[in-house]
């Protein structure tokens, strides 16, 4: 038996390469990034295409981007998205096939269209908008009414970042001492365990719902796929459906996310979170001034008329007593006259009746002043209950400067400036830092 016709295998994997070559493969193909890495600025990619119907790969391609193309190819891309080329990105590519004896089969990535990444990222938002719509619930939380003072605030965050240090700092430095009480619920804020994490950190604050006035979710900014956990759906849902109203401060200087959509209230900032929370609780205290200085002035009005009310009374009351006393006197006068020589058993009868009038009269005058007197004592009593030292004593503190002006507004302060706290008990100075 004869032995058939054979090739080495370096002259069939030069065979493969020349057919490769000569085909000269290059084609646009819409992928997903698999894996990701680099090495010595050189970028080694995975792409993967997975069945409709499950997650299993039915296509796959490992490629590179070598340092000297790295600029070029991915310039456009990081430009667009804000970030590099990463594990799950949709992709867009340009490639070119070639085949090594050795090292097989390989692409290389020659140009990315952002767009396409864009679009298919804005696709998804757009899904996931439609059905939290077709859920009803988009405008639930927004629905929820904001407490008259917010001071207990449960704070969904990473432990360690600046964002959430310095949202702190800004709420215990509040030129109005108002008594904010945050609590961490520490999450991982970016990376594919983002969106479990922070879904069970609003899941352990449910659980103590009664125990805080709002949420907060804080973040300090990120690329765009940093913070793409916040275009998740099961996120976008808890939020919509909190029972406390949810304030995000998650870091997006300009888009917005669709958990910031959902949210009751939406700001950029961690800081601008915590100036959102003094402000609030600063338009409730002014609300209070003004009602407490509004309620003075009724009481010392009230009181004044109803002093110029009893002065007066007793005015007309000693006048009419007076009067009495005149005609009764004037008549005794003329009956003593006409009667001079009538019998003096008659003359006694009406000096009786004279005497008689005239308690009654000072009895029924005694009386009415101590009724006035007592309604003096109760609108006393009313304002001693307005006073603005008992709303003290209930909690609050009224600051002024240096001059004994109350300060209303953080911003009239600078640096060095002397000011006194006054509450119920006592009072306190200090100095701006």
């Known amino acids: 038996m004869s032995t058939p016709q054979s090739l080495t295998l370096e002259q069939f994997c030069n065979n493969i390469r020349n057919v490769i070559s000569d085909a000269n493969l290059a084609s646009w193909v819409t992928a997903e990034v698999a894996q990701a890495q680099v090495s010595r600025g050189h970028y080694y990619i995975t792409l993967s295409q997975k069945s409709d119907t499950s997650d299993a790969p039915v296509a796959s391609l490992r490629c590179q981007i070598w340092s000297s193309n790295v600029f070029r190819v991915l310039g456009p891309l990081r430009l667009a998205t804000g970030d590099d080329i ?24 020659l140009a990315i269209d952002p767009q396409y ?21 988009t405008e639930m939380n927004k629905e929820l009414p904001l407490p008259k003072v917010i001071q207990r605030v449960a704070v969904v965050s ?21 008594d904010f009480r945050p609590v961490l619920f520490p999450a991982a804020m970016q990376g594919e365990s983002a969106e479990a994490s922070i879904v069970d950190a609003l899941n352990k604050i449910a ?27 099961l996120m976008a849902s808890n939020v919509a459906q909190f029972p406390l109203p949810v304030i995000t401060g998650i870091g997006h200087e300009r888009d917005t996310s669709i958990v910031d959509i959902v949210a009751h ?40 008329a109803a002093i110029y009310g009893v002065d007066a009374l007793r005015l007309r009351l000693l006048a009419s007593a007076s009067a009495i006393l005149a005609s009764a006197r004037s008549r005794s006068d003329s009956l003593a006259l006409r009667a001079m020589s009538a019998a003096s058993e008659r003359l006694a009868r009406q000096d009786m009746t004279f005497q008689m009038l005239r308690q ?7 009386a009415r002043l101590d009724v006035e007197a007592r309604r003096q004592e109760a609108f006393e009593r009313h304002v001693a209950a307005i006073d603005p030292r008992e709303v003290l004593r209930r909690g609050f503190s009224v600051t002024t400067d240096a001059e004994g ?18 509450f119920a008990d006592g009072k306190v100075s200090s100095v701006v830092s």
């Open 265 to 304: 209230t939406a700001v950029k900032t961690p800081t601008a979170v915590a100036e959102f929370l003094i402000q609030h609780d600063a338009d409730f205290l002014a609300l209070l001034d003004d009602f407490t200085a509004r309620a003075t002035r009724a009481a010392e009005a009230s009181l004044s």
């Open 405 to 422: 002006n109350r300060i209303t507004n953080a911003a009239t302060l600078k640096k060095g400036d002397g000011i006194t706290t006054f």
């Open 86 to 109: 990463r594990d799950g990105m949709k992709i867009l590519a340009y490639v070119s096939v070639s085949f090594h004896p050795v090292y097989g089969m390989s692409g290389q990535i």
């Open 117 to 137: 990444t864009l679009g298919d990222m804005e696709r998804r938002r757009q899904e996931i908008l439609r059905q939290l719509a077709a859920d009803g619930v």
């Open 158 to 178: 990473a432990a360690t970042a600046a964002g959430y240090g310095d949202f702190c700092d800004q709420l215990r430095s509040n030129p109005y001492a108002i």
């Open 360 to 366: 009654r009269l000072l009895s029924a005058a005694r």
């Open 207 to 233: 659980a103590e719902v009664d125990d805080f006035d709002v949420v907060v979710i804080i973040r300090g900014g990120g690329s765009k796929m940093d913070l793409a956990c916040f275009d998740s759906y």
